[in-house]
C-alpha cells in the first residue's frame, strides 16, 4: 500500500477555500485516492474519491496531477462545522481492501 | 436505512479484564472491519470478518479475536486488559467485491477506558 504524506495541522477562517496537499509518490496504477473526513469521537466518513484529473461532488473537489504522485482536497467556503481531521488514503478499495490511515491534516476553522 | 452502529458508546475496564464490542453493519453490506483509534493517531486496522472467518488481519496481538455472525453483526474481543488498549474502536463494514462501490461505512465508536 502506497505511503501519504500531509501536513499535519492547516488553519482556516470562515468563507475561505482549503486546499490540502497529500502526497503519494509510490502509487500503484490500480490505486485510487480517497479523502475521508473524521469529527471528535465518531467514525471517519467519506468525502470523495478519484483515480485522475478532477473530481467534484457537493462536498469537495479532489485534483489529481497526471503523474498521480499527489492529490490535493479543495474544500470551498469552508465553515466552522469543517473543523475536523482528514484523511487521505491510497489503495484499490475494493470490498476487502484495509485502509491504511496516517496520521491526517486537522483542520481549525476560525470565524 | 440505519448506518452503522455499534454498542456501547463508552466503556470503562480494569486491567485484566475481558471486554466485548458489538456492531451492527450498514443494511446490505457483508464485511466488517475493525480499527483502533488512539488520541490523536489514525485508525489502525485490526481484523477484518466476510463470511463468519476472519480474512485478513493487521498487527495485533492474539488477545484481539472477533466473531461474525451470520447475520453479518460482529464482535469485538479483548482479553487481558492492558493500559494500551485504551482506544476508540471503531467498525466499518462494506460490501465484498472488487467493484468501485465498495465503500466502507464507519460506526461513531466505542470509546474504551482502561484504568
Known amino acids: 500500500l502506497a505511503k501519504t504524506t500531509q501536513p499535519i495541522s492547516m488553519d482556516s477562517y470562515e468563507g475561505q477555500e482549503v486546499n490540502i496537499t497529500c502526497s503519494h509518490n509510490?502509487?500503484?496504477?490500480?490505486?485510487?485516492i480517497t479523502w475521508y473526513q473524521q469529527f471528535p469521537s465518531q467514525g471517519p466518513r467519506f468525502i470523495i474519491q478519484g483515480y485522475k484529473t478532477k473530481v467534484t461532488n457537493e462536498v469537495a473537489s479532489l485534483f489529481i496531477p497526471a503523474d498521480r504522485k499527489s492529490s490535493t482536497l479543495s474544500l470551498p467556503r469552508v465553515s466552522l462545522s469543517d473543523t475536523a481531521v482528514y484523511y487521505c488514503l491510497v489503495g484499490d478499495f475494493t470490498g476487502f481492501q484495509k485502509l491504511v490511515f496516517g496520521t491526517g491534516t486537522r483542520l481549525l476553522v476560525s470565524p | 436505512d440505519a448506518g452503522v452502529t455499534q454498542s456501547p458508546t463508552h466503556l470503562i475496564k480494569t486491567r485484566g479484564q475481558q471486554v466485548t464490542l458489538r456492531c451492527s453493519p450498514k443494511?446490505?453490506?457483508?464485511?466488517v472491519s475493525w480499527y483502533q483509534q488512539a488520541l490523536g493517531q489514525g485508525p489502525q486496522f485490526i481484523f477484518q470478518y466476510y463470511e463468519e472467518e476472519e480474512r485478513q488481519r493487521g498487527n495485533f496481538p492474539d488477545r484481539f479475536s472477533g466473531h461474525q455472525f451470520p447475520n453479518y453483526s460482529s464482535e469485538l474481543n479483548v482479553n487481558a486488559l492492558l493500559l494500551g488498549d485504551s482506544a476508540l474502536y471503531l467498525c466499518?463494514?462494506?460490501?465484498?467485491?472488487?467493484?468501485?462501490?465498495?465503500?466502507?461505512?464507519f460506526g461513531q465508536g466505542t470509546r474504551l477506558t482502561v484504568v
Open positions: 466499518a463494514s462494506s460490501l465484498a467485491g472488487t467493484g468501485r462501490d465498495t465503500e466502507a461505512f
Open positions: 509510490n502509487i500503484a496504477t490500480n490505486d485510487y
Open positions: 443494511s446490505g453490506h457483508d464485511t
